[in-house]
Structures are given as structure tokens and as C-alpha cells.
């Protein structure tokens, strides 16, 4: 068999021009398939590390609001009976709550997660298709 980049012979049939090309872009395909196979693993490794710090982060920063709402509640319970100092605290967290799932679900409402360009795209693909077709 010829390999890719030989000179063609002369008196290669079409069946066997044809017989290599095909091999020689089965062989293309399998070799980008496997770079990209590559490529993805590597870039879910990374992404999986991210994520892991990302998690850990937020775990941080979760403890860090529980604790400096433990301190503000027994700060304030140097100037109030404790369970009303509790109650301010947790009255802010509820009010700060409210406010951000009232905002969040305004911005979800408003979003549109339709692809518009890719629809426009396709669309004029259509139209392209139909006028070569006619």
C-alpha cells in the first residue's frame, strides 16, 4: 500500500486512488478524534481541580458568615438579652435573603436563553439551501 505523501503511481486505478484516499482520511479522523479525546481530558482535569477549589472556597466562605454572625449576635448581647441579638441577626439574614432570591428570580425571568445568532445562522443556511436547490 502507498503511504500518504509517496508520488502516485502511474497506472493507479480510480478504485485504487479512491481506496487510499479513503484510508488516508479514515486515518485523519481517527488521529483528530484521538487529539481531541486528548485535549478533553486534560481541560476536565483542570476544570475538576478549579472546581474543587471552588467548592472549598465557598465551604470557607460559608464558615466565615456562620462565625461573624455567631460574633455580631453575641456583640450584640452586650447591649440586649441574647436571644434578641440572635433574632436581629438572623431578621438581617432573612431580610438580605428575600431581597437576593426577589432579584435573582426578576433576572431569571428576563433572560432569554434562546441562541438568536445561531437561530439567525440556520436559518439563512436554510434560505441558502432552498435558493441553490431551485
Known sequence: MVSVGEPQRDGQS???????FTSDLGGLVRDEIQLAKVEVTEDARRVAKAGGMLGAAAF?????????SFAAAW????VMPIGFAFLVVAAVW????AVLFVVGRRRMSEA???????IQTMQENVQWAKHQAS
Open 75 to 78: 456583640g450584640l448581647a452586650e
Open 94 to 97: 432573612g431580610i438580605a435573603g
Open 112 to 118: 432569554d436563553l434562546r441562541p438568536e445568532q445561531t
Open 14 to 20: 480510480l478504485g485504487e486512488l479512491f481506496g487510499r
Open 60 to 68: 470557607a466562605g460559608v464558615l466565615t458568615v456562620l462565625l461573624l
